[in-house]
């Protein structure tokens, strides 16, 4: 709801030499923001989605008010304005966009199923759309920061909030969206100058004989089913469908569009 800090952070821009604008549509409206920047640069060739508000609330007491709020503004919100971007973006052949999740999102945390939702939808919407861009050069990443912030600002105590100032992640973003950088829909969690990698892994599993699977024999091998000892860790859905495919017998035959 303030207006100001947009054109504060512009305003900042424009003295240290470099050219702003700002904007203070909201990111439902993410085709009025890009509009803007194109009509201002007749370019855009970096999006950093982070937009952010909490609602957070027992899931038994969450209602639909407060689920609506954090997926329009979180999920909703990117989509709208990296949908509007990518057009641009695709007939430029170059393009780098960020989407910000969380730690909440990667793992879940009470009180926040609304927040953690939006934040891993954000992860599948970076994969998607790092498959279906990076031929062009428009390749997506994802943060999942810790930082001092006004969502934070009332639940942290003043000093680590000093530790965790949003500078000290700016650096990752900035490494990200450089043209030379050709990472494409990988993760981060950034803050307070530690910046880690994370991946799904996928065990090696049990395959069963399709007259022979059965809760019980299921609950039998479960110590082999989750064992993660020599985990894969599959970049792509053509990969793991492969695999699958391998261990049980058929091919899939999956095409690119």
Partial sequence: ADMSVAARVASEIRSAGGEAIANTDPVQQGQRIVEQALDEFGRIDVLVNNAGILRDAAFHKMDQAQWDAIYETHLLGSFRTTHAAWTAMRAAGYGRII???SAAGLYGNFGQANYAAAKMGLV???YTLAV??????ILTNV????AASRLTASVMPPEVLERIQPEYVTPLVLKLCH?????NGEIFEVGGGWISAVRLE????KTFEL???SPEGIDACWNEITDFTNANHRKDVTATMVEIGERIGVSFGMAKQ
């Avoid at 943060?143 to 810790?146: L, T």
């Avoid at 043209?179 to 990472?183: A, S, T």
């Fill in 202 to 205: 996928q065990s090696v599993g």
């Fill in 179 to 183: 043209e030379n950088h050709k990472g």
């Fill in 124 to 126: 599948g919407l970076a």
């Fill in 143 to 146: 943060i999942a920061p810790v």
């Fill in 132 to 137: 279906e861009g990076g031929t062009r050069d």
């Fill in 99 to 101: 989407m910000t999740s």
């Fill in 211 to 213: 007259n022979d699977i």
